[in-house]
């Protein structure tokens, strides 16, 4: 495992360029499967458009796909793995969906509109550094959840689930780096009565 960078919520944007409208739309994808399905759902949703350009890079073998979907070759969905590269994300998918405003833009045009619609997208995206790190499950009794809750803050855990039963019984994060002293603190704290319990190796997320 290693550090990488991505983003983890959807969202879009848009601008006009000559009356043609364009959408950029982002969606963190760790699959080819999980792109394809981010694709069709913005397929779908702009069904009535004339292009729904994509370019998408994951971190499983650093694999990259784009599509220019009717646009002329290479003005399009490489541009756009181009600003995806440029930012240097990984596991994020990007559709540029266009509306056709009747004034034909031209090869440079087409490659600056593209380019332009990724970026925006892609700046406005919160950006998260993926970092090596360890899963633990916690089961904990109600009166010191309040505590715990703060440690969790404190240690930035990410990927929190939680259950609550007779005791709560919660799940999350740490990175790795900061595995040995979240343990040293639990143990401080709560001496014996409260342990955790190491279930795997994951990616926890730092906001940069």
Do not use: W
Not at 68 to 76: C, I, K, L
Not at 77 to 98: A, S
């Amino acid at each position: 495992m290693y550090t990488y960078k991505t983003i983890i919520e959807e969202i879009s944007t848009q601008f006009t360029e000559k009356h043609s409208r364009f959408i950029g739309y982002v969606c963190h994808t760790e699959t080819d499967e999980e792109a394809v399905a981010f694709i069709e759902k913005i397929r779908s949703l702009n069904s009535d458009a004339r292009h729904n350009v994509y370019a998408y890079v994951l971190n499983a073998d650093n694999r990259m796909r784009y599509s220019d979907d009717g646009e002329p070759h290479g003005t399009a969905g490489k541009p756009i793995l181009d600003i995806i590269n440029g930012f240097e994300l990984k596991d994020v998918t990007v559709v540029v969906t266009r509306y056709f405003g009747g004034i034909l833009l031209g090869t440079g045009g087409l490659v600056r509109a593209y380019s332009k619609s990724a970026k925006d997208t892609l700046e406005a995206a919160q950006k998260y550094l993926m970092v090596p790190g360890v899963t633990y499950t916690v089961n904990i009794d109600y009166s010191k959840l309040s505590v715990f809750e703060k440690m969790l803050e404190k240690f930035d855990a990410t990927d929190v689930k939680t259950t609550f039963e007779q005791n709560v019984i919660i799940s999350f994060s740490v990175a790795e780096e900061k595995s040995e002293e979240f343990l040293l603190d639990l143990k401080d704290t709560f001496s014996s009565s409260v342990t955790a319990e190491k279930t795997g190796n994951s990616y926890a997320k730092q906001k940069i």
